[in-house]
């Protein structure tokens, strides 16, 4: 049964771009409320935890590289059928595939920088969104 909370943040490529508010605003727009959000920086041994699914992938040690590179946005947002909505908000991983209109086609670079991460099930929200927000963080 899908949930009505997903995981997201904003990566550092599209931080430093100062894309935070443009992002919050296409999530708010679809319909999504945002119940946690703080702007964080992870260190490589906790953007070596999150990613830690992928330490078997060649990609895994650019990843936590990049991501523990400059400032993230981290939300919890809340909609129904939140996770399955969101994905498709956000678009392909690859930017050149994504939809017009989706946040990846309008604000990634590539792959890798492709602006936000999104979670790709219920159980993966929660367990993500539990790693950067405390019960007493979500309103």
């Known amino acids: 049964m899908a949930t009505n909370q997903t995981f997201t943040m904003i990566k550092p490529d599209a931080v430093q771009d100062n894309h935070i508010g443009a992002i919050t605003q296409m ?35 650019d990843l936590v590289a990049y991501m523990s590179s400059g400032p993230i946005v981290a939300m919890i947002l809340e909609k129904e059928n939140a996770v399955a909505d969101f994905r498709k908000l956000i678009g392909a991983t690859n930017p050149a595939q994504a939809e017009e209109g989706t946040i990846r086609k309008k604000f990634a670079k590539s792959v890798e920088a492709n602006a936000v991460h999104g979670s790709d099930s219920d159980e993966n929200a929660q367990i993500e969104g539990d790693f950067f927000f405390a019960v007493d963080e979500r309103f």
Do not use: N
């Open 27 to 61: 999530i708010e727009a679809d319909g999504f409320r945002i119940v946690s959000l703080k702007k964080t920086r992870l260190t490589l041994e906790r953007a070596g935890q999150f990613y830690a699914v992928h330490k078997d992938r060649p990609f895994y040690k």
